[in-house]
């Protein structure tokens, strides 16, 4: 497995513009949010196992790379979390428009960039984004 340096490194091959690395600091994020909205939004015990699971098996890749970007990716969950609960009623339709308004950023941002997304070469660069747009922040290194 990739160190999470190799990780940055080369998901930073496709960001290098400053006008994508802005776009991506703050859609990434959203991105996240929205996605623990959806799963948090399937009714019954079977969202609620689903929302366990992902947020599990997330968790583990992170701290398996590196237990500060464990730690900081548990809190901005954690953070993600409640600000899903305050969007209660709404949760799906908010998480859907968020969720589709940064992905219409990020890939202005690529264009921009001139480089297609990490994540259509390896589905994992999609749990890497939050973790390089947080590295900077909480000073992340392998």
């Not at 992902?54 to 590196?66: R, T, V």
């Not at 305050?86 to 960039?113: C, D, R, T």
């Amino acid at each position: 497995m990739k160190t999470l340096t190799q990780w940055f490194d080369l998901y930073g091959l496709s960001h290098q513009n400053p006008t994508n690395i802005k776009i991506h600091k703050i859609a990434v994020p959203i991105i996240y949010l929205s996605v623990i909205g959806f799963i948090y939004s399937i009714p019954s015990i079977i969202g609620t196992i689903l929302l366990i699971f992902c947020i599990f098996a997330a968790m583990a890749f992170y701290f398996f790379l590196n237990k500060r970007l464990g730690l900081f990716m548990c809190i901005y969950t954690i953070i993600s979390l409640v600000f899903v609960k305050l969007m209660a009623p709404f949760i799906l339709e908010i998480s859907m428009g968020l969720f589709i308004v940064a992905w219409i950023f990020q890939f202005i941002g690529h264009k921009i960039e001139g480089k297609k997304p990490s994540f259509l070469n390896d589905l994992s660069f999609l749990l890497i984004g939050p973790a390089w747009v947080f590295k900077d922040l909480f000073r992340l290194h392998s």
